[in-house]
């Protein structure tokens, strides 16, 4: 199987390239490795998946011509669109950098597969969507109409976008509603990155709302998982379907969202104690108020992907932590 990779210099994209070649997958990864962090890490996340059926392009998919002769030359069957403009707070700051990438960007993935009739696009969207909902856990079938930031609106846009394409065209898309990923290798942008950084240099860590924040943290090979099992589930059309009687996360289209999470979250002060219990050290700490964008709670309802592909995540917050930690203080020499 012949796989396009988009974001593959990212965290989660640079781990299923690594997996998809394992199973014997062709893999063509592409990648603008923007300056957003740290481009060191992209490069050194790229070394790792260095295989004889990796191949790595550097594309920007908002170029739509850079992706239509990417396509023409290498005949893909599936694609896993992860790029995209990350971060929730940074869309406030420069949001035309999420027009590009995540609106310009996705249409021109779409178009591509429409025109190469790509068997399946599997792609990232975000538990950012879920915006003002207070009902836990988060499940597909929740109104996602109030975003509280331009990235979690990007992200409901791509799933609209991919819907009207199943619709229209039949090509069979999937949407993965990702929640909190951490682990070795994880963006420095993030959480657990930002705190183990700070603590290690004696620095204060910012944390917000009071301490009453939690997240549906889920370990990066669990989550590598469930993208890998889902790309062989491939939707279908449903001509029984309805409107008035069904999900929005399914279709009369080939169509389907899921979210992919652990299913259980976790206290943001309890995360922290983690990390300092990795650590050795404890965090000098500032509590200030909610943050513009973020949200109070995340929590992951994942029957449909359990359903779907057997996925269950196994590996628990305490040993995530130590795993990250122990590939930060060998990554950066601390």
Not at 215 to 240: C, K, L, M, S
Not at 302 to 331: R, S
Request: glycine share 6%; aromatic share 12%; with cysteine.
């Amino acid at each position: 199987m012949k796989y396009l990779l988009t974001g593959v210099s990212g965290f989660i994209g640079s781990r299923v390239a690594e997996v998809l070649v394992q199973k014997g997958h062709d893999v063509v990864g592409i990648d603008n490795n923007n300056d957003y962090y740290d481009v060191s890490l992209k490069l050194a996340r790229l070394k790792r998946i260095e295989n004889k059926n990796f191949l790595f392009v550097k594309v920007d998919f908002s170029k739509k011509k850079q992706l239509e002769l990417l396509f023409k030359e290498y005949k893909f069957d599936r694609v896993i669109h992860l790029g995209a403009q990350a971060g929730v707070r940074y869309s406030i700051e420069n949001p035309m950098a999420y027009a590009d990438s995540n609106l310009i960007g996705h249409l021109n993935i779409l178009e591509s597969c429409r025109k190469h009739r790509i068997e399946h696009l599997v792609y990232a969207s975000s538990s950012s969507v879920y915006g003002l909902n207070e009902k836990t856990p988060f499940e597909t079938s929740d109104s996602v109409d109030h975003p509280v930031s331009l990235y979690a609106a990007t992200k409901k846009a791509n799933e609209l976008m991919s819907h009207s394409y199943s619709h229209l065209y039949g090509i069979p898309t999937t949407g993965l509603r990702f929640f909190t990923v951490y682990g070795p290798w994880g963006r420095p942008d993030m959480a657990p990155f930002i705190f183990t950084e700070k603590i290690l240099n004696g620095e204060t860590i910012d944390i917000n709302n009071n301490g009453d924040m939690w997240r549906d943290f889920t370990y990066i090979d669990d989550i590598v998982e469930g993208v890998v099992r889902i790309a062989d589930v491939i939707p279908t059309r449903n001509d029984e379907w309805k409107v008035e009687s069904s999900t929005s996360a399914t279709s009369s289209a080939p169509y389907a969202i899921y979210n992919i999470g652990r299913g259980s979250p976790i206290r943001l002060m309890d995360f922290i104690s983690e990390i300092e219990s990795a650590l050795g050290l404890e965090a000098k700490k500032n509590f200030r108020e909610m943050q513009p964008g973020d949200v109070h709670k995340t929590y992951a309802d994942t029957a449909d992907l359990f359903e779907a592909t057997g996925y269950t995540p196994k590996v628990g917050v305490k040993e995530g932590v130590q795993k990250f930690v122990e590939w930060y203080k060998e990554f950066y020499k601390k």
